[in-house]
């Protein structure tokens, strides 16, 4: 083979967009087999990005970022007047947009640290919301169209992303029991029904392994050895409940039950919905909101956004979807107009998350359909019900929330078992330990960045630059 043949097929192969096929367990090219910018190579690529792997397990995926998305929002619609009916149309839109771009069920998330300021102080108001949301996705947009989130994204070693991932986890999963702790125990919303929701996830979803119950070449051949028929037909039945049981929508299942418990507690509910779209106003914005929102908002959003969103979603999408990696650059970039767009007409700041990514493949989402879906749902919620569905969601029980919220977490925070080395394993948890206790992933950041910093130092020798011990990678990370 020539040179020229050689480089012609490298190019080739670094083309074609690579899935995880969730039925087969493994890595497959999708149709496509080159890069094609023409309407129709555009339109096709849409159509792959949306198909569902799996629809039951699409569905089920669907509901796996809800435990954030809900309570944050809620909290803000009742305590701070936010239009809910005008987040989940903007929201919904950004589901279906996000699902074509990218073909896997890449979040949309509220900020948080934007939210949790909100709710801690009465004179953060909508406009000072928006404002934040907007500074934010301003900074997070210029960052990626100049290339220099990506120069961040290389910068910043495995370890200290996969401690951030760990602290959030955790983060997700402590707030989860603690909701649950202060429930009681009998009840439409009581800590039994949230245990048998729980031990229901768990049996179904186990702990997210591919379960093997069933069409294995194993089980034919111990089936062709049984010399008792009877045996060999209760080995049927039971493989074919197993394979009923293995493939319910538990989370959509639980989602669904905690809809109908919510009109249950309060069925005079059905006489506070009102049909219709809530109007879509653009905010007004004084100095004063500008200049609050940027620092009480902003400066402790940016850091959460920028490692949170960007870094450690690339990092996590190359886990679990191998060959479909995005880059630093396009996150950024979705995550600044998503805000750039909709805080001018007081839809709730949005980013993606690691938490979002990794709830969603924990209960089966594996493509853009996924998201496309929760979008596709949102958007009719918002423009049929508005504002109004926030008397149902106010009736949603805590602790169904909870459930996800806490599968959400741990999903997440296991993420971080690929640290193989004590050395990345320091630094991980000493990023962790820092972002729980102080409440901040800028400041675990940091600490982790330092301690890092420090261990690369005393590996330092003559004959090694301190450029090379820098970038020095383990195998296990390659």
């Given at each position: 083979?020539?040179?020229?043949?050689?480089?012609?097929?490298?190019?080739?192969?670094?083309?074609?967009?690579?899935?995880?096929?969730?039925?087969?367990?493994?890595?497959?090219?999708?149709?496509?087999?080159?890069?094609?910018?023409?309407?129709?190579?555009?339109?096709?690529?849409?159509?792959?990005?949306?198909?569902?792997?799996?629809?039951?397990?699409?569905?089920?995926?669907?509901?796996?970022?809800?435990?954030?998305?809900?309570?944050?929002?809620?909290?803000?619609?009742l305590a701070r007047d936010l239009n809910l009916?005008?987040?989940?149309?903007?929201?919904?839109?950004?589901?279906?947009?996000?699902?074509?771009?990218?073909?896997?069920?890449?979040?949309?998330?509220?900020?948080?640290?934007?939210?949790?300021?909100?709710?801690?102080?009465?004179?953060?108001?909508?406009?000072?919301?928006?404002?934040?949301?907007?500074?934010?996705?301003?900074?997070?947009?210029?960052?990626?169209?100049?290339?220099?989130?990506?120069?961040?994204?290389?910068?910043?070693?495995?370890?200290?992303?996969r401690g951030i991932q760990l602290a959030q986890?955790?983060?997700?999963?402590?707030?989860?029991?603690?909701?649950?702790?202060?429930?009681?125990?009998?009840?439409?919303?009581?800590?039994?029904?949230?245990?048998?929701?729980?031990?229901?996830?768990?049996?179904?979803?186990?702990?997210?392994?591919?379960?093997?119950?069933?069409?294995?070449?194993?089980?034919?051949?111990?089936?062709?050895?049984?010399?008792?028929?009877?045996?060999?037909?209760?080995?049927?039945?039971?493989?074919?409940?197993?394979?009923?049981?293995?493939?319910?929508?538990?989370?959509?299942?639980?989602?669904?039950?905690?809809?109908?418990?919510?009109?249950?507690?309060?069925?005079?509910?059905?006489?506070?919905?009102?049909?219709?779209?809530?109007?879509?106003?653009?905010?007004?914005?004084?100095?004063?909101?500008?200049?609050?929102?940027?620092?009480?908002?902003?400066?402790?959003?940016?850091?959460?956004?920028?490692?949170?969103?960007?870094?450690?979603?690339?990092?996590?999408?190359?886990?679990?979807?191998?060959?479909?990696?995005?880059?630093?650059?396009?996150?950024?970039?979705?995550?600044?107009?998503?805000?750039?767009?909709?805080?001018?007409?007081?839809?709730?700041?949005?980013?993606?998350?690691?938490?979002?990514?990794?709830?969603?493949?924990?209960?089966?989402?594996?493509?853009?359909?996924?998201?496309?879906?929760?979008?596709?749902?949102?958007?009719?919620?918002?423009?049929?019900?508005?504002?109004?569905?926030?008397?149902?969601?106010?009736?949603?029980?805590?602790?169904?929330?909870?459930?996800?919220?806490?599968?959400?977490?741990?999903?997440?925070a296991m993420c971080s078992r690929d640290m193989?080395?004590?050395?990345?394993?320091?630094?991980?948890?000493?990023?962790?330990?820092?972002?729980?206790?102080?409440?901040?992933?800028?400041?675990?950041?940091?600490?982790?960045?330092?301690?890092?910093?420090?261990?690369?130092?005393?590996?330092?020798?003559?004959?090694?630059?301190?450029?090379?011990?820098?970038?020095?990678?383990?195998?296990?990370?390659?």
């Amino acid at each position: 083979m020539s040179q020229q043949e050689h480089n012609n097929n490298d190019h080739q192969s670094s083309t074609i967009p690579i899935s995880l096929d969730p039925e087969a367990g493994q890595v497959v090219a999708s149709a496509t087999t080159r890069t094609d910018y023409s309407a129709k190579g555009v339109v096709e690529k849409v159509k792959t990005n949306l198909v569902f792997r799996s629809k039951w397990a699409e569905i089920n995926g669907a509901m796996g970022d809800l435990g954030t998305y809900i309570p944050i929002v809620l909290a803000l619609t009742l305590a701070r007047d936010l239009n809910l009916g005008t987040t989940l149309i903007f929201t919904g839109v950004y589901n279906i947009i996000t699902g074509a771009i990218y073909g896997v069920p890449m979040p949309v998330q509220p900020m948080k640290s934007i939210a949790a300021e909100a709710l801690s102080d009465t004179g953060f108001g909508v406009p000072e919301i928006m404002a934040a949301g907007i500074l934010t996705g301003g900074t997070v947009f210029v960052l990626g169209v100049t290339g220099l989130m990506q120069l961040v994204y290389r910068l910043i070693p495995l370890c200290v992303v996969r401690g951030i991932q760990l602290a959030q986890g955790l983060s997700f999963a402590l707030t989860a029991v603690k909701s649950l702790g202060q429930r009681h125990w009998v009840g439409l919303d009581g800590l039994i029904l949230a245990i048998v929701c729980l031990v229901f996830i768990v049996i179904v979803n186990g702990a997210g392994e591919k379960n093997r119950c069933c069409g294995d070449p194993g089980d034919d051949e111990d089936l062709g050895r049984d010399r008792n028929r009877g045996s060999t037909i209760k080995k049927n039945k039971t493989d074919r409940i197993r394979r009923i049981v293995f493939s319910l929508p538990s989370a959509f299942l639980v989602f669904i039950l905690g809809v109908v418990l919510a009109f249950l507690r309060r069925h005079h509910v059905v006489h506070e919905i009102k049909f219709g779209p809530s109007s879509i106003d653009v905010v007004k914005f004084s100095k004063h909101a500008w200049k609050k929102g940027f620092i009480k908002g902003t400066i402790p959003q940016l850091p959460l956004t920028l490692l949170n969103s960007v870094v450690a979603v690339v990092k996590l999408s190359s886990d679990l979807f191998p060959g479909r990696e995005f880059t630093a650059t396009s996150l950024s970039v979705t995550v600044g107009l998503m805000n750039l767009v909709g805080c001018w007409f007081g839809a709730m700041p949005m980013c993606h998350g690691a938490g979002g990514l990794a709830g969603q493949y924990k209960f089966g989402g594996r493509s853009g359909g996924c998201v496309a879906l929760l979008g596709a749902a949102k958007l009719v919620l918002g423009l049929v019900l508005g504002t109004s569905l926030a008397h149902v969601l106010n009736q949603f029980p805590v602790g169904i929330l909870g459930v996800l919220l806490l599968f959400a977490g741990i999903e997440l925070a296991m993420c971080s078992r690929d640290m193989n080395t004590k050395e990345d394993s320091f630094v991980m948890l000493m990023c962790t330990a820092v972002s729980l206790v102080g409440s901040s992933a800028a400041l675990g950041f940091l600490v982790g960045m330092i301690v890092y910093v420090i261990l690369r130092l005393r590996n330092w020798t003559k004959d090694k630059p301190l450029s090379t011990i820098w970038m020095q990678k383990h195998d296990d990370q390659l």
